[in-house]
Nanobody, 122 residues
Framework: QVQVVESGGGLVQAGGSLRLSCAAS????????MGWFRQAPGNEREFVAA????????RYVDSVKGRFTISRDNAKNTVYLQMNSLKPEDTAVYYC???????????????WGQGTQVTVSS
């Protein structure tokens, strides 16, 4: 049984930082591409960042480039999202997801977590 569990969300002031973690189990983590998505109230879920299992550069949505960094630790079956210079518009529920493919342009994922709330106050 595959489980994807996010943690690390919370309330932070604008300009602050948070690091989200996502632990995956029940799959061969080193063979899965991992992604982060977010959904703000009233909005559709949007892609934020992804990191492939085959290496190469991660992919980011333009609005977070230079502020967010995705990384993975295959020994810990964990992917991280370091979020710096946070803005109120980053407020959303952040979801972690896993897929077996390696094309970062494909945002169809197989497994999803329950999400963690990030709130950025102005």
């Amino acid at each position: 049984q595959v489980q994807v569990v996010e943690s690390g969300g919370g309330l932070v002031q604008a300009g602050g930082s948070l690091r989200l973690s996502c632990a995956a189990s029940g799959l061969t983590f080193r063979r899965y591409t991992m992604g982060w998505f977010r959904q703000a109230p009233g909005n559709e879920r949007e892609f934020v960042a992804a990191i492939s299992w085959i290496g190469g550069s991660p992919r980011y949505v333009d609005s977070v480039k230079g502020r967010f960094t995705i990384s993975r630790d295959n020994a810990k079956n964990t992917v991280y999202l370091q979020m710096n210079s946070l803005k109120p518009e980053d407020t959303a529920v952040y979801y972690c997801a896993a897929k077996g493919g390696y094309d970062l342009r494909d945002i169809t994922y197989d497994y999803w977590g329950q999400g963690t709330q990030v709130t950025v106050s102005s």
